[in-house]
């Protein structure tokens, strides 16, 4: 995962230098458009990965990371967000990922 240039995330409305990554950040939205809240889906995927496979809780603009989040989603089916990037522009300034994974 790449994070875009500063100038990027100013234009999507996010002036932080960094981009939070932290579990409660995310949301799942299921089939229907039903949303769970990121503190939601936590559930017993928190401290299930040691922390060295972890995605970093906040990263530098531009800059690039990898690693590992586990979200206990109430669907078989849906997306998970990262809302905070995506309002108000939401022309691909946010992450999104559908599961199960196709």
Do not use: H
Not at 40 to 69: F, H, M, Q, R, W
Request: proline residues 9%; aromatic residues 8%.
């Amino acid at each position: 995962m790449k994070v875009a240039p500063q100038s990027t995330l100013s234009a999507a409305g996010n002036y932080y230098p960094s981009v939070s990554l932290r579990q409660g950040g995310f949301r799942a939205v299921d089939n229907d458009g039903n949303v769970t809240p990121g503190n939601d889906i936590i559930g017993n995927g928190y401290g299930c990965l040691p922390e060295e496979d972890t995605v970093p809780v906040d990263v530098n603009a531009g800059e690039k990371t990898s690693g590992k989040i586990i979200f206990d989603v109430p669907t078989a089916e849906g997306v998970i967000i990262l809302p905070e990037l995506l309002e108000p522009a939401s022309d691909n300034n946010g992450w999104e990922w559908a599961y199960p994974a196709q």
